[in-house]
């Protein structure tokens, strides 16, 4: 089982993520597929051993109906609906696109995780926020699902 992980974010936002795909690799067994922005998450995260696959959307602001690139994040999301999906954004225009984009694949609802619906702490690291969403687990995981590391 391939876990998704979504982020919409600047440069900085994806170097940080690479610690959540190490740890959602060795959980489910299986390197991440991450939808992100490009061209910098398919230049920083091309042939590394946590991500498996990589979607990028060059023009994030673009109307979902004039983008072929979320499109395309609609049918991997559609494709990989049985995955656990991590949704790592916390812009809130970012968040209502992705939310959009979950519907029309429809993703169900319990099979995402946002990290805002987890709390954040005062002066807490932001990879040390990643790191405890990584440890969550869709609540529509099934029983025997591979969910802890080998």
């Known amino acids: 089982m391939r876990p998704l992980v979504i982020r919409f974010g600047r440069l900085g936002d994806m170097i940080l993520l690479a610690p959540l795909l190490e740890h959602l690799h060795r959980r489910y067994g299986e ?7 490009g061209p910098w998450s398919g230049q920083l995260y091309s042939g590394h051993p946590d991500v498996g696959e990589i979607v990028q959307v060059n023009a994030r602001h673009r109307p979902l109906p ?6 395309r ?3 991997v999301l ?11 954004e916390t812009e809130p225009r970012a968040l209502a696109k992705i939310r959009r984009m979950l519907q029309l694949a429809r993703v169900e609802r319990q099979r995402c995780l ?3 619906d987890f709390p954040d702490f005062a002066d807490e690291h932001w990879i040390d926020r ?7 687990t869709p609540s ?7 969910t802890t590391p080998p």
């Open 140 to 146: 529509a995981m099934k029983e025997g699902e591979r």
């Open 114 to 116: 946002l990290i805002t």
């Open 66 to 71: 004039l983008s072929p690139q979320r499109w």
């Open 130 to 136: 990643l790191l405890r969403f990584a440890v969550q």
């Open 73 to 75: 994040m609609v049918q």
């Open 78 to 88: 559609r494709r990989e609906r049985g995955a656990p999906v991590y949704v790592c």
């Open 31 to 37: 390197p991440c597929t991450l939808l992100g922005p």
